[in-house]
């Protein structure tokens, strides 16, 4: 049955106006702690449409500037173009030729202000964004949300990573941890997701931003263990299930 | 617009990708409940201002440390409890009206200017309203402490004291019961200004902060408190229970 | 009767290449009362004189505040002045609104030199009357900008605009090596001696005087009346020590190094006033 208002929009010349009501390719859970020397984050490299594994490369941390980096989950489509906007800024610095660069705290201003924006269209952005940097030689890490709800922290983590890798970092997190600590912290995380949610696969980047710079590593793998006597005969130790 | 019906509660992608395939929302909401309390007493020569500092979204903990108050200076402040995007929408709104004021007016705003003001800016958005619960507080041109209290959509009065957010209930009525004020409708008019001394308010107002968040679970981890008199104005933290 | 053709609307050039409205609007600048501007490495200071219209009137105030990092001294048509001042503000606050940050002043001056030049290609718009030296402070460090009604805008050590500038630019042109490294006083004593070169019947004083402040961690705030007591009673102790140094070949070597310095000298850049009589006197 053809929508009413949409024919009517099409013998008008218009398209009907769309919005997002769901997401289709979805990344999950980024994670991301502060430590001495600046700000980590990690995210595994799958966009998931539905339960089907159909990117499997797909890179859900990106570099913005020397001085910031931005992890998403959620629709990746809507990231992607967050990219644009992001990367439309950063020309602009370039050109104005004035040595100065958003900062990591205007990036996450500018980034409530879209998704804040965008929401209110009913329309949203249906992102969760993470924005690491360093600013004046301090460890900035913040999260906003589709909504536009938007705080900084010493560690945040999105999606499932809020119930399952966070009550980790609440448990282990100092600010001055060193580098190899805080890593160590990400991959424990990484890995209780990997476990838990089955929208996270067995293939992970972590991005790194101090004052010297970012870097985002290559994809990596973590050790897991799967051969526990009750994973192979789950029912011998409770009778009468299964 | 007008015509939906929001849902309010938690509206992430998280809760949904936990389904399998991509499929429409059961209803997308524009509007989260980030919870938190917040309360102001005023008193004859004073004003104090507190409010938790958790950050919260359904049965999820976001953040234990962000600030529900927004200072637009020393002696005038906004608090909002409800949906944090909005509250921050809303302080940004009211800080650029503030500082246009200063540049059309040549002098800062008063807490009874700004109090219109706010509940013009929330009235504005009366078919989309901010889902904030405010209160305007600071001290007036008398130097007396001046609390205006709102609801989502600008309706507002003046009182004695006020107390918004998720633990209100708890709140109100020990307020109502112990800060020796006449209530507003007696006859003929008392004053209803709280006429308890100001360290005594403090404690109260700790005290109160303390017992929400024995039993609200949005409220908790930390109380921000000013307290607001003509020699300045004073910023104490008290940690609450983390649970 | 002798009629310039070319000089009816600002979308016509001259065959000289010339758009002669423009420089009417420049002229109009000089006709402003002064307006001096100089820095130091973390300091901006502006200085202008202000006009009565008549005995009785109050002096018209024309350095405006724009943000707590910003802001701006007017010389020619003020009414102008003050819609910029209140374009500049806007800017700020939305910048502000939307980054969190203030706004750096390249941008800023930027943006009002965009809006400036839009009037100079339109037939139903004219120039600016007024120009504008904006004196700002950011993570970049301290700014001076002059903006010119044409559309150009001029980063600057030290500028003076306005009526009988140019004593004023003498002064800043021998002294100008010492502000880099200068205090705040000395910046400030700086600019009323700047000034005081500038006045011809009054001397300064806290009725026709305001000044301007700005820099590290110090928001953008202007002194006027008996806040400037203090420095006008500093600059008439100072003054009657007669200045050391007075030649003519100090003189002629200070200017080259100020052109060096980011004058616009080059004639192609605009400016086209200085290379002759005013059109208007044509």
């Keep these: ?242 | 617009m007008a015509n939906v019906a929001y849902q309010l509660g938690s509206s992430g992608y998280a809760a949904n990708s936990a389904h399998s395939a991509p499929h429409a929302h059961p209803s997308w909401s524009p509007y989260d409940n980030n919870g938190g309390t917040c309360v102001a007493v005023a008193g004859n020569d004073y004003c104090i201002v507190a409010a938790s500092t958790r950050l919260s979204t359904g049965f999820s903990i976001l953040s234990r440390d962000v600030s529900m108050i927004f200072k637009l200076s020393d002696k005038l402040m906004i608090l909002s409890p409800g949906f944090q995007a909005d509250a921050r929408t809303l302080h940004k709104v009211l800080q650029q009206r503030y500082i246009q004021y200063q540049f059309n007016h040549s002098r800062p705003m008063s807490v009874a200017a700004c109090a219109q003001l706010l509940g013009n800016t929330l009235y504005y958005k009366r078919f989309f309203p901010y889902y904030t619960f405010n209160i305007c507080a600071g001290l007036d041109e008398q130097g007396k402490g001046a609390v205006y209290s709102y609801d989502a959509i600008g309706s507002h009065e003046r009182s004695g004291y006020a107390v918004q957010g998720s633990g209100k209930d708890l709140i109100q009525p020990v307020l109502d019961n112990q800060l020796k004020a006449a209530s507003p409708l007696v006859l003929p008019p008392e004053n209803w200004m709280s006429s308890l001394p100001l360290d005594q308010a403090v404690d109260l107002v700790k005290d109160a902060f303390v017992s929400a968040g024995e039993r609200d679970i949005y409220t908790g981890d930390a109380v921000e408190i000013y307290i607001i008199t003509k020699e300045g104005t004073r910023r104490e933290v008290v940690e609450l229970k983390k649970d | 009767m002798f009629r310039n053709q070319y000089d009816q609307d600002v979308v016509t050039w001259s065959p000289q290449g010339r758009i002669h409205q423009i420089e009417y609007a420049m002229e109009a600048v000089k006709q402003g009362s002064a307006v001096v501007g100089l820095k130091s490495k973390t300091h901006v200071v502006l200085a202008s004189i202000k006009r009565t219209s008549a005995e009785l009137g109050a002096f018209q105030r024309k350095l405006f505040k724009i943000d707590d990092h910003v802001g701006i001294g007017a010389s020619g048509l003020i009414s102008d002045g003050r819609s910029i001042s209140r374009f500049l503000r806007n800017e700020c606050l939305s910048h502000r609104f939307v980054f969190e940050q203030p706004i750096q002043v390249s941008r800023l001056v930027r943006d009002l030199a965009d809006r400036a030049q839009v009037a100079t290609q339109r037939s139903w718009k004219r120039p600016y009357g007024v120009g504008i030296l904006s004196a700002g402070y950011d993570k970049t460090g301290s700014h001076l900008y002059y903006n010119c009604p044409s559309g150009a805008y001029y980063d600057y050590k030290a500028m003076a605009i306005g009526a009988r500038s140019q004593a004023a630019k003498t002064y800043l042109e021998r002294n100008f090596e010492e502000f880099a490294g200068a205090d705040v006083d000395a910046l400030l004593q700086h600019s009323l001696k700047a000034l005081s070169a500038s006045v011809t019947e009054d001397e300064l004083s806290a009725d026709n005087t305001a000044v301007a402040l700005v820099g590290q961690g110090t928001p953008f705030t202007i002194l006027e009346g008996d806040a400037l007591k203090p420095y006008l009673a500093a600059l008439k102790a100072d003054e009657d020590v007669p200045p050391p140094g007075d030649g003519e070949g100090e003189m002629a070597e200070a200017t080259d190094a100020a052109a060096s310095a980011g004058e616009p000298a080059a004639p192609e850049e605009g400016a086209p006033a200085a290379e002759g009589p005013a059109p208007m006197e044509d």
């Excluded at chain 1, 020397?37 to 995210?43: P, Y």
């Excluded at chain 1, 941390?61 to 629709?75: H, P, R, S, Y």
């Excluded at chain 1, 931003?209 to 011998?236: C, H, M, Q, R």
Aim: hydrophobic share 35%.
């Design chain 1, 1 to 242: 049955m053809v929508d009413p208002k949409a024919a009517a929009a099409v013998h008008s010349g218009h398209d009907p106006i769309k919005h997002t009501t769901s997401p289709y390719v979805t990344g999950t859970s980024v994670l991301g702690v502060t430590y001495r020397d600046g700000v980590l984050l990690a995210a595994d490299t799958l966009g998931s449409y539905g339960s089907t594994k159909r990117y499997k490369s797909f890179e859900r941390l990106c570099k913005v500037n020397d001085q910031t980096i931005i992890g998403a989950g959620g629709e990746l489509s809507d990231f992607q173009y967050i990219l644009t906007l992001l990367e439309e800024l950063s020309n602009e610095d370039f050109c104005a030729d004035d040595d100065a660069k958003l900062s990591p705290k205007e990036i996450y201003a500018y980034l409530s202000r879209v998704l804040y924006n965008r929401r209110s269209k009913m329309d949203p952005l249906w992102n969760s964004l993470v924005v690491g940097g360093v600013q004046d030689g301090k460890p900035f890490l913040g999260t906003i949300t589709m909504l536009g709800v938007h705080y900084s922290d010493d560690h945040i983590a999105t999606g499932f990573g809020q119930m399952l890798a966070r009550p980790l970092f609440r448990e282990r997190h100092r600010p001055d941890m060193s580098e190899e600590e805080a890593t160590q912290l990400l991959h424990e995380g990484l890995r209780v997701c990997y476990y838990r949610d089955k929208q996270t696969t067995n293939k992970f980047q972590i991005a790194k931003v101090t004052t010297e710079g970012t870097t985002i590593s290559e994809p990596f793998a973590l050790e897991t263990k799967w051969d526990y006597k009750a994973f192979v005969n789950p029912g011998a130790l409770a009778m009468g299930t299964w």
